[in-house]
């Protein structure tokens, strides 16, 4: 009995395994996390987009500047040369021909290269500013002075003056040459203008070329980097998780904690199985050690029972014999009295075991309580996780929509490209009409044409960069997909394991009724005890008197036989509710 009690005591005092689980903080969400990551991401592309678009609208400027203000001023300037040029060449005519007809059709021919000369100049003034706007004063002052000596010199050959004609038109020759030279400088600075620009328009091309390269190196290499730690941080822990739920489903409670050293939700629950398992283990070795303890002392209860029962029969023995010799009266009752003894102590021992059993059985009750709250926690967590992991999709979609942007920009900046390869092909058209004074300008046009098929090229691989970003992204998203089915799985798992544990709990509640119910027993047996030793006690006493109360005490003797076959029933039954509860936890390995 004393052994007992110190195994009691020593079970009572040790409390249940308890796992220090982890605080999350802000940060350590996983759901922070990938939105963080997938956040950085999306700026970066949204960066380099921007990034790129103003670069390609300072080539798409440029590129304008040289088709609509740069080339069509240098079309211009070689008109103003080509009908100055005519003007001089059919004044020579004019004062080599001595038709008047001819002459006046030669007037005429002048007079229309005048007007279309004035028309030029006067379009090619309101599109000039700055330094250049002085130069094509001075162009309009010379063109004045030239047309100054030049009409003079046709008034005289009309006239037939011919020697001093010609004499007037030497002067006009020189005002002609200085309006010629400042043409060639006009256009020397507007081809010099044009190469700067494409110069620089190949410069930009340059750079937004290495600056999308660089990005979409970048992004791929973020990608596979985010699709290493989904992996690490979500899809392996939770599938481990998930195995060794199903261990415990399965009455596996043998493994040792689950060591993930993540702070968010991941590791939060992997603490939390460990500590659901730890207080599993626990509890089903206190019920075995309960169960195996509550078998010892049904066997010594019962062997109680048999003793107090054969000392009820000895007394109705001792009855008969009375009836028969009342002079051995007074030795049947002591000796009855000292059954009765044997019999109290035997009622308190299996009394105080059956107080101790209780309190083991609350313990037990209240420990599975704690391991059904751990196990709501657990359904709790999973289903945050499942939260973060649903959120971590939405952003995967965000970032495939952004990629989409991406190349809808990319085919707005293929469409500008085409429509300057046609500006440059035009260009080049209008060159070859010009001859000889469109030489330039061709160069020009060509290198405007090789710039934007070389533009529709990288477009072409920036295209195929962006399809393949877009197939990276769609295996990050089925990688999540994955990650929500394994956190549904785990979720299973874990609503089998608190049905388990619910089972376990209820057939404690049981076990912890049917140890009232003996103690309830054992408090009757004590009572009918206290009244055998008290007859006993009086026929001892009353042995001269023995004749009169052997009826009475034969009858007390019959009463104790029969109280001890319902306290040996209840043992009975207290066996086989313990041989049931470790049948119930024999499934669990410990």
């Not at 078998?295 to 029962?309: K, Y």
């Not at 057939?507 to 007859?535: H, N, P, Y």
Request: hydrophobic fraction near 40%; aromatic fraction near 4%; proline fraction near 1%.
């Amino acid at each position: 009995m004393q052994k007992n009690h110190k195994f009691m005591s020593s079970f009572k005092s040790r409390p249940l395994p308890r796992l220090r689980l982890r605080k999350l903080n802000l940060l350590g969400k996983l759901r922070v996390k990938m939105a963080i990551c997938f956040t950085g991401i999306g700026l970066f592309v949204l960066l380099t987009g921007v990034i790129s678009l103003y670069q390609m609208n300072g080539m798409q400027k440029n590129t304008e500047d040289i088709t609509r203000k740069t080339l069509p001023a240098l079309e211009q300037l070689y008109d103003m040369s080509f009908y100055s040029e005519h003007i001089m060449s059919v004044s020579l005519q004019h004062f080599q021909n001595e038709d008047q007809s001819a002459k006046q059709q030669l007037s005429e021919e002048r007079d229309s290269y005048i007007r279309k000369f004035a028309q030029v100049r006067t379009s090619y003034e309101k599109s000039v500013s700055g330094p250049e706007l002085d130069q094509v004063k001075s162009l309009s002052g010379q063109w004045d002075e030239f047309m100054r000596i030049n009409d003079q010199a046709l008034k005289l050959s009309t006239q037939q003056d011919e020697e001093l004609a010609q004499e007037v038109s030497g002067k006009g020759v020189t005002a002609f040459n200085a309006m010629q030279k400042t043409l060639d400088e006009l256009v020397q600075q507007k081809k010099s203008e044009a190469v700067m620009k494409e110069g620089l328009s190949g410069d930009i091309f340059r750079s937004a070329r290495i600056v999308v390269m660089v990005s979409v190196v970048i992004v791929m290499l973020l990608t596979l980097l985010m699709n290493i730690l989904v992996h690490r941080a979500i899809t392996s822990p939770i599938g481990r998780v998930t195995s060794r739920l199903k261990r415990i489903a399965e009455g596996d409670l043998k493994e040792e904690p689950l060591k993930v050293r993540s702070r968010d939700e991941i590791g939060t629950l992997a603490d939390t199985v460990s500590a659901m398992n730890a207080a599993l283990l626990d509890i089903v070795t206190r019920i075995r050690s309960v169960s195996g303890t509550i078998g010892e002392q049904s066997v010594q209860l019962g062997v109680s029972t048999m003793e107090a029962r054969e000392g009820g029969r000895q007394i109705a023995a001792t009855m008969e014999e009375l009836a028969d010799a009342a002079g051995g009266q007074a030795d049947a009752a002591s000796d009855a009295a000292s059954a009765v003894d044997r019999l109290n102590a035997s009622i308190e021992e299996a009394a105080a075991k059956g107080e101790q059993l209780a309190e083991a059985s609350r313990q037990v009750m209240a420990k599975g309580d704690t391991g059904s709250e751990r196990m709501a926690r657990s359904v709790t967590q999973m289903s945050e996780l499942a939260d973060a992991v649903s959120e971590s999709m939405k952003m995967v979609e965000s970032l495939i929509g952004r990629n989409e942007g991406i190349y809808a920009l990319v085919g707005s900046i293929s469409s500008i490209s085409e429509q300057t390869h046609l500006l440059a092909i035009n260009a080049a058209i209008e060159a070859a009409r010009a001859g000889e004074h469109g030489r330039g300008f061709a160069v020009v046009a060509d290198e405007v044409r090789r710039l934007s098929e070389q533009v529709q090229q990288i477009v072409g691989e920036i295209t195929a960069i962006t399809q393949a970003i877009h197939t990276d992204s769609s295996s990050v998203a089925d990688s999540l997909r994955q990650g929500m089915e394994q956190t549904a799985e785990g979720r299973r798992r874990i609503a089998k394991t608190g049905e388990a544990l619910a089972d376990i709990t209820s057939s404690v509640g049981v076990m912890a009724e049917t140890i009232a119910s003996v103690s309830e027993e054992l408090q009757m047996m004590r009572k009918t005890s206290d009244e055998m030793r008290r007859f006993s006690l009086r026929t001892a006493e009353l042995s001269q008197q023995s004749a009169a109360g052997v009826e009475e005490t034969s009858a007390s003797a019959t009463e104790q036989v029969h109280t001890n076959g319902v306290v040996a029933s209840g043992i009975e039954r207290l066996k086989t509710l313990s041989d049931e509860l470790e049948q119930s936890v024999s499934r669990f390995q410990v």
